[in-house]
């Protein structure tokens, strides 16, 4: 039997701006099929608790992710050589992504604490995920004009660059004094982060030192999300993207709309009554026409017609005024370089449309088909429909 798995001692607790160092290989190990390191300290960060894991190196070997195993043994997942089993190598984190993180994990409390001092909203879970971060709250109905004075207050706590302190507490008497935002887990030393003056959560995540290192907080959209609210945001970094991206869409789209970027809403607001106009128009238009074809065709018995000008939609509706009783319909329209047909029928005419056409498209080689009281199809070319209906009726 090998000797039990040890707990990785996690150095990001104490100092989560450490992000390079020298540490000793104890074991390649695997994890998930992957082939993974495993140190005797680390100061990467493994996922957990809604956080993604560090990237960076460990030798010549790139991080690629870093995961927790059940014994509490920290794997760094690695591509590239991995190092040999005893030797001291250095480490290095990938420092942007871990300040993102920590921006985006302080600010998610910040946030927390925000919603509920404002709202009465409680969170029910988070996750900081690598395309968008969100927050589940059991207050529904929100919208992005509620939320303005939670972001307004976070905003300002991060302007007034509070001290942020991490540290494990081991003593229940402790834990009860300092009025946790959230219940603690059920273990001997819970990890509690402290915004000073602000909040006090338990959380296990990597964290910034100051709150000026969130930089900004940016609530991007809420949506309903069972029963409760789902909050969309980002912080540090990441908001500022957020924010340069989506001011190029505006200033791209009022390129495109040839106005400025602050009279889109209203030229977009112009442009559909001019759009809705145009439809009603448009629709008055073609009953007129299609009034004008049924006046042309004959009052009685089958109907075989091309009619030029004419849609898919304006043949359907055509046929649903002429196919009743027993009359049938054959009727077409150029459509590009081919005609399409529909042949329909009334309830009480014995002719076979899905028959009928695929006789039709057999003879052009075009295609079509349907069911016996109603098909459709394209053949090719313009063809002579009352000739071709003729041989084949
Ligand atoms: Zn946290």
Known sequence: MSAPAERTPRLHYDDPLRLEGEAEVRAIASLRGAPSVILDRTIFYPESGGQMGDHGAIGEARVVDVQLDDAGRVHHLVEGPAPEVGARVGVRVDGARRRAHMALHTGQHALSRALLDHLGAVTRSSRLGASACTIDVDVDGLDLAALAPVEDAVNALIDEDRPVVQRFVDDDAELARLSLRK?????????????????????????????????????????????????????????????????????????????????????????????????????????????????????????????????????????????????????????????????????????????????????????????????????????????????HA
């Open 183 to 391: 219940p603690p887990p059920e273990t001997d030393r819970v990890r509690v982060v402290e915004i000073e003056g602000y909040d006090v959560t338990p959380c296990g995540g990597t964290h910034v030192t100051h709150t000026a290192q969130i930089e900004l907080l940016f609530l991007q959209s809420v949506e309903r999300y069972k029963g409760g609210s789902r909050i969309t945001f980002e912080c540090g970094p990441r908001a500022r993207r957020a924010l340069r991206l989506s001011h190029d869409r505006l200033v791209e789209a009022a390129s495109g709309l040839r106005c400025a970027p602050a009279e889109v809403d209203a030229v977009v607001a112009g442009l559909r009554a001019k759009l809705d106009a145009a439809r009603e128009e448009s629709g008055a238009l073609r009953a007129r026409l299609a009034d004008a074809w049924l006046r042309a065709m004959p009052a009685e018995g089958p109907v075989v017609a091309s009619i030029e000008g004419a849609d898919p939609a304006a043949l359907k509706a055509l046929a649903a005024r002429l196919a009743v009783g027993d009359r049938w319909v054959v009727l077409g329209a150029p459509e590009g370089d081919a005609t399409h047909v529909l042949v329909a029928r009334g309830p009480d005419a014995a002719l076979d449309c899905g028959g009928l056409l695929k006789r039709l498209a057999a003879a052009t080689g075009g295609r079509g088909g349907g069911r016996p009281d109603h098909a459709q199809g394209r053949l090719p070319g313009l063809v002579d429909l009352e000739a071709l209906v003729g041989a």
